[in-house]
């Protein structure tokens, strides 16, 4: 079992940037993705970035450019840099682990349990 935990959130100005981090803990395999989700209210869950074992990247076009996605295969942890933060990035963000490369929220297997990244002026 792999448990992800996020940190990092919290209440931004349009403009601001943030890093969220996410920590895995429990059984790790070989090889997995790691990715960041984020459902907004009244909305369905989104995707918004993922990161291969070899650092291979995939973003979501709204936050392409504003957005990096990193991870440590060391310390079995991922980053999401957050730069230009706009009103519209408002969500709570979940960090997921999967054993195969997908944009699909179904691909993957470990979910943590969310933060709240608020942007309002």
């Known amino acids: 079992q792999v448990q992800p935990v996020e940190s990092g959130g919290g209440l931004m100005q349009p403009g601001d940037s943030l890093k969220l981090s996410c920590a895995t803990s429990?059984?790790?395999?070989?090889?997995?993705?790691m990715a960041w989700f984020r459902q907004a209210p009244g909305k369905e869950r989104e995707f918004v970035a993922a990161?291969?074992?070899?650092?291979?990247?995939s973003y979501a076009d709204s936050v392409k450019g504003r957005f990096t996605i990193s991870r440590d295969n060391v310390k079995n942890t991922s980053d999401l840099q957050m730069n230009s933060l706009k009103p519209e990035d408002t969500a709570v963000y979940y960090c997921?682990?999967?054993?195969?490369?997908?944009?699909?929220?179904?691909?993957?297997?470990?979910w943590g349990q969310g933060a709240q990244v608020t942007v309002s002026s």
């Open positions: 990161i291969t074992w070899s650092s291979v990247t």
């Open positions: 997921a682990v999967g054993r195969r490369w997908s944009l699909s929220i179904n691909e993957y297997d470990y």
């Open positions: 429990g059984r790790t395999f070989s090889s997995y993705v």
